[in-house]
């Protein structure tokens, strides 16, 4: 297969910056949008010169391999559902769903059915977030000790609704609190074995800012502070043995600082990187799609299924500590 041949569900913002990007790809075509609004459909599909369709016509098609899905975290599981019991292969927006029991069922599907599916959480196909990998795995602070990181916006307008929407699973951890449990979880090759949270909730009754304490099995501690709600620096300090790494902006940063100190307190060296990532960073989830559908794969080595499930488990049990549960669950 020399072309795959997308299709999404959800007329929103994101698919918007997704579409770009699918256009970018050079193994990939997008074929059409499918909105539960007749006229959202239409107006997103003549902005990028495609076709709309339903939900419904969208799957019956022969034309198209793969569905995008980018609802609301409410509809991922059911928008999945239908997609994979019409044959078709699935990149799902994060979060994967709203929890665990989701996240399984879909898995289980998928295999059913053999189709392909796999969490769009763009940042790890970035390469400077493997490059970051890399040079931690070869030594370049020595041992990690502790990871401190800081991942906030003032979340305005079009965005705010259903971040603060119960019923549309919003809330901050879901949403962004993902991005930095996932990056410690990638860098570390592992999930924590002990999770401790604590959140205010906004008047809504959803998590408006949250903070995780993290251990890992060989001691490495994560603490992680995100909001939609706040301004902070949204820096990653990845401290180590011989050195920390400055990762001045946390999402979609593309320079990080290498510092390595003498072990009393001074540094003696540091080291600025630059790894360029597209402009449109979706582009890199939208190749690994090509790739692995066009060697005829199941699943991603890069975005796991079983640690999709571990981290949708992981962050059931974050909710469960603030007993929050959504009003469909
Ligand atoms: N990767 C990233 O950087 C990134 C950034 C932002 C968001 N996201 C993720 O992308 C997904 C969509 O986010 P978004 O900001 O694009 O959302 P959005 O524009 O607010 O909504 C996306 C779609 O969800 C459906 N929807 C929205 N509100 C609804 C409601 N009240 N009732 C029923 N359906 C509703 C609509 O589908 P129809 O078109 O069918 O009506 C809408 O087009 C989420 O999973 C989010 O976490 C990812």
Redesign the pocket.
């Known amino acids: 297969m020399q072309l795959i041949r997308w299709g999404i569900?959800?007329?929103?913002?994101?698919?918007?910056?997704?579409a770009n990007a699918i256009k970018l790809h050079k193994n990939s075509v997008l074929i059409s949008?499918?909105?539960?609004?007749k006229e959202?459909?239409v107006s997103?599909a003549l902005s990028h010169n495609i076709e709309s369709d339903t939900?419904e016509s969208l799957l019956i098609r022969e034309d198209i391999d793969v569905i995008y899905?980018?609802?609301?975290?409410?509809?991922?599981f059911d928008n999945a559902m239908l997609a994979l019991n019409a044959g078709k292969h699935v990149l799902?927006?994060?979060?994967f769903t709203v929890n665990a029991i989701q996240a399984k069922t879909l898995i289980q599907l998928a295999q059913e059915k053999q189709c392909f599916l796999m969490e769009?959480?763009?940042?790890r196909f970035l390469p400077s977030i493997q490059y970051l990998k890399s040079i931690l795995d070869g030594g370049a602070i020595g041992e990690i000790k502790m990871f401190d990181i800081s991942f906030c916006n003032i979340a305005q307008g079009?965005?705010l609704?259903?971040l603060l929407?119960p019923?549309?699973a919003g809330g901050v951890t879901?949403?962004m609190g993902?991005y930095p449990i996932s990056f410690v979880n990638f860098l570390m090759g592992s999930l924590p074995k002990q999770t401790q949270s604590i959140c205010r909730f906004s008047q809504t009754g959803v998590d408006e800012i949250a903070s995780y304490q993290m251990q890992f099995n060989n001691g490495v501690i994560a603490n992680i502070n995100t909001s939609f709600n706040l301004f902070t620096d949204n820096r990653a300090m990845i401290y180590g043995q011989t050195g920390y790494i400055e990762f001045n902006h946390f999402?979609q940063g593309q320079t990080f600082t290498i510092h390595k100190h003498d072990h009393s307190h001074n540094v003696i060296q540091s080291d600025v990187k630059t790894i360029n990532n597209h402009e449109n960073g979706?582009i890199y989830q939208v190749n690994e799609v090509f790739e692995k559908i066009q060697n005829g794969e199941l699943e991603s080595n890069i975005m796991p299924l079983q640690e999709t499930l571990d981290t949708m488990k992981l962050m059931d049990d974050i909710r469960k500590q603030w007993g929050l549960i959504y009003p469909f669950e």
């Open positions: 569900i959800g007329a929103g913002i994101i698919a918007d910056k997704m949008v499918a909105s539960r609004t959202k459909a997103f939900y899905i980018a609802t609301t975290h409410n509809f991922h799902i927006e994060k979060p769009a959480l763009w940042t079009k965005y609704p259903r929407d019923n549309l879901l949403d993902i999402q979706f």
